[in-house]
Structures are given as structure tokens and as C-alpha cells.
């Protein structure tokens, strides 16, 4: 009898013991999760803060071609006026 009693309080105890490992091993992996969890929600911020400065940088870039682009309309249409005049005073030139 003394040999099932000792058994079963062995039996108990393990069980205990097993429990208690679970917990212990559960809390650790809740733990490491958050922490896992920590770093990459900082990381998704950290791409997400680069992402919107390329994109303040694109449309800076974007307004700057613009004004390229009409710098370029006016001197090409300068450009035109100025061999118009140029041609004008070879005609006369010319047939003078």
C-alpha cells in the first residue's frame, strides 16, 4: 500500500512539476513574442517614415521638373523669336 501511495504522490508531484514548466515555458514564449512583436512594429514605423520622406522628396522633385520644364518652354520659345530676328536682318542684309 505504502509503495501506490508513494506512487501516486510521485505521480502528483511530476504533474506539478510539468505544470509548472508549461507556465514558466509559456510565459517566456508570450514574452519573447512581445518582444519579437516590439521590434518589428519599430522596424514597420522606421520603413513607413522612409516611405513618406521619398515620396516629400518625389514631389519636390516632381514640382522642380515642372519648373524646369516651363524654364525650358520659355527659352525655346525665345530661341524661335531670336532666329526669327536673326533670320529678318539676313534678308536684309541680303537684298541690301
Known sequence: MEFALLGAVSTVF???ITYFTFMRGR???IKNEAEDGA???TKLDSI???VDDIRIDLKANEKQMSRMNEQLIRVDESTK???KRIDKLEGVRKHG
Open 14 to 16: 511530476g504533474m506539478v
Open 27 to 29: 510565459d517566456k514564449s
Open 39 to 41: 521590434v518589428i512594429k
Open 48 to 50: 513607413g517614415k522612409g
Open 81 to 83: 523669336s531670336a532666329h
